[in-house]
């Protein structure tokens, strides 16, 4: 194995990793809203993205719409799908031991796994687009249209739900039932209702990620188990909860990914960022912003 | 004295389920389709024995992990290349496998227990460390890399544990399944037992009585891992090929678990039942939908799980007991006790 270290590789890296790690952040924040909100680890999440890309990619390559445009269903779609599955298997165990809590996630997330693979087969899909062809040349640096817009999009997608979750009554709703939810109840907020609306926009936003991907990321029925666990350390990274946090957190992942890849040899970025997952889970678990809690 | 009887009695029960099991290959070798149903039996026994092995830390000590895939593949893949390398004999590498396994245990439980990792924690730190021997093993090309290993077939070997048609094979799950529930029968009485139970049910106070959580959490993990670590030794001989998904993927994480679950966790016999009613019923489905419908065991496995835990958190033998109970049997019954509420 040779490993060759050179600066226009390294810089690319650089560069595709930002590009990434937006799209990181912005699964994890939908994974992070649920979790920070309701105490809800939901293992699904990584196969609503995948439920997602499937969405576009077929609504893409079928009908001719053009990428982006699949926006227009798959938010709503997922935002519709997380509220179901919300209403009919998370509500009844909210107040269950954590681990059944998680077990039922576990079990959907096979569900949809299993499910995508009779539907789809294994084999990976990748859409055919012009944004993934036109390129920009900066400097050494090759930025592919389709990663620029999965950035922008996604940095997007995080500052509309920084202003929901701030300015907006069901955001404020949202806030004040995730801090106390007795309190929260008391001051005349339909608590459940809010979570519903939680988990819904915390599924939309895999919703949205998975149209940005979509024009340069494969999918195939397993595609969740690997972008969910990226989510999964996004959030311990950014600490439970925060927005910003998990921002930062999706850069560090992403940027571990590509400067790995670039680095080290075959898959083992990935030993990488796990090694970075379990380090900071044991040493700080409130994440790399988190105040510890009492 | 009662006591005693019950469980003389429940012994010989267990007994003469064994000794049912021990000769039932023998009608089965007249049967056609004899292999295939001895097939079952034996994903029955394997998924039995590692979910009773998972329930020790999973289900006695309430510490859920999500990546005992890790021990069943350091198991597997330390008695191949022991066996590839050195053509040391499984009989032996087993051994050698179930110890490094051990270690790993020891390792994960007391670094994650030292830190204080709980529930959701430490389900997804186990989970992260089962991913991270899948890509480190892919990478390894000593170790197969991705397309993992083959253990050379040298013909009907038993020394080599080895055998022509599944009979061997079946022998040896079954005496592994049976001392797994002896085991944990034993525990259930043992106070090393009641430390876990302790600990689960209320860590602080166990604490406080003098019992070392993050000692008996570990030593749990290590006996966890340890006999998982064998049942990756068979796992390997059976299949005859591993590869790193197989073995550290989240499948054998996952279904590991299951049986415990949805039998009753923290019970002797729970993971057996949840093995005993699932795993058939998902082999059929395989054989029967055929190809086309490589996930069909999974999608069942995750949907049972779902209705499990809205409906039965308890597990099956849960349910048995709480209608017992509403039946009007005091105590607790010969369909295996929970242990504790």
């Not at chain 2, 209320?202 to 006996?223: F, H, M, S, Y």
């Not at chain 2, 958190?313 to 005091?330: A, D």
Request: aromatic share 12%.
């Amino acid at each position: 194995m040779s490993i060759t270290l050179s600066f226009p590789l390294l810089a690319q890296a650089f560069v595709s990793g930002i590009m990434l790690g937006g799209v990181f952040a912005l699964i994890a924040i939908g994974l992070t809203l649920i979790w920070g909100v309701m105490g809800i680890i939901n293992f699904a999440h990584g196969e609503f993205l995948m439920v997602g890309m499937y969405i576009a990619y077929f609504l893409a390559a079928r009908t001719g719409l053009d990428p982006y445009f699949t926006i227009l269903v798959t938010v709503p779609a997922l935002f519709l799908i997380g509220a179901g599955i919300f209403r009919v298997n998370i509500q009844p165990v909210l107040k269950d031991p954590v681990m059944n809590q998680i077990l039922l996630t576990v079990g959907l997330m096979l569900v949809l796994q299993n499910l995508a693979l009779v539907l789809f087969t294994a084999t990976p899909l990748s859409l055919d687009n012009p944004y993934n062809k036109m390129i920009f040349n900066v400097g050494p640096v090759v930025i592919p249209l389709s990663n620029l817009l999965g950035f922008v999009g996604s940095l997007l997608g995080v500052a509309i739900l920084w202003w929901f979750l701030r300015y907006t009554d069901m955001g404020r709703a949202i806030r004040a039932a995730s801090q106390n939810r007795e309190a929260a109840t008391l001051m005349g907020i339909d608590v459940r209702r809010t979570y519903l609306v939680a988990f819904g926009i915390g599924s939309a936003c895999v919703g949205l990620a998975a149209s940005l991907m979509i024009p340069f990321y494969y999918v195939a029925p397993l595609v969740g188990a690997f972008l969910g666990l990226v989510a999964f350390i996004v959030v311990i990274l950014g600490g439970m909860g925060n927005v910003l946090g998990a921002l930062v957190g999706g850069l560090i992942i992403g940027l571990t990914e590509t400067m790995g890849a670039a680095i080290l040899p075959g898959s083992l970025s990935r030993v990488l960022t796990f090694a970075i997952f379990i380090l900071v889970l044991l040493f700080r678990p409130q994440g790399i912003f988190g105040r510890r809690q009492a | 004295m009662m006591r005693n009887l019950l469980q003389g009695r429940r012994f010989i029960g267990f007994a003469l389920l064994f000794l049912f099991l021990a000769l039932l290959p023998l009608p089965l070798s007249r049967s056609p389709k004899g292999e295939y149903y001895l097939h079952i039996i034996i994903l029955v026994l394997l998924y039995a024995y590692l979910s009773t092995a998972w329930n020790i830390l999973g289900g006695y000590a309430g510490q859920h992990s999500l990546g005992n895939g890790l021990y069943l593949g350091a198991g597997a893949y330390v008695s191949t290349i022991l066996f590839l390398k050195l053509g040391l004999t499984p009989w032996v590498g087993m051994w050698i496998a179930g110890a490094a396994a051990a270690l790993l245990g020891w390792f994960v439980g007391y670094v994650c227990f030292r830190y204080g990792l709980k529930g959701g924690y430490f389900a997804l730190v186990t989970i992260a460390l089962a991913e991270a021997a899948v890509y480190l093993t892919t990478n390894i090309r000593w170790l197969g890399g991705a397309r993992g290993l083959e253990v050379t077939w040298m013909g009907h070997r038993p020394l080599l544990m080895q055998f022509e048609g599944k009979t061997g094979y079946y022998y040896i799950i079954l005496v592994m399944a049976a001392l797994s529930i002896l085991y944990t029968a034993w525990l259930d009485r043992q106070r090393f037992g009641y430390y876990l139970v302790a600990v689960r049910e209320n860590e602080r106070a166990a604490d406080a009585l003098g019992v070392d959580p993050l000692k008996i959490k570990t030593q749990a993990n290590v006996v966890s891992a340890f006999m998982t670590g064998l049942g990756g030794t068979f796992f390997a001989q059976y299949y005859t090929y591993i590869h790193p998904r197989l073995v550290f993927g989240e499948g054998p994480s996952v279904q590991i678990l299951l049986f415990a679950i949805i039998g009753g966790l923290g019970t002797v016999w729970g993971p057996a039942v949840g093995a005993l009613i699932l795993v058939p019923i998902a082999e059929f489905a395989r054989a029967q939908l055929g190809g086309s419908f490589a996930g069909a065991p999974l999608l069942l496995y995750g949907a049972v799980l779902m209705v499990v835990m809205l409906f039965m958190p308890h597990g099956i033998l849960g349910v048995v007991e709480s209608v017992m109970e509403k039946v009007g049997h005091r105590g607790k019954a010969a369909t295996g006790e929970r242990a504790s509420e």
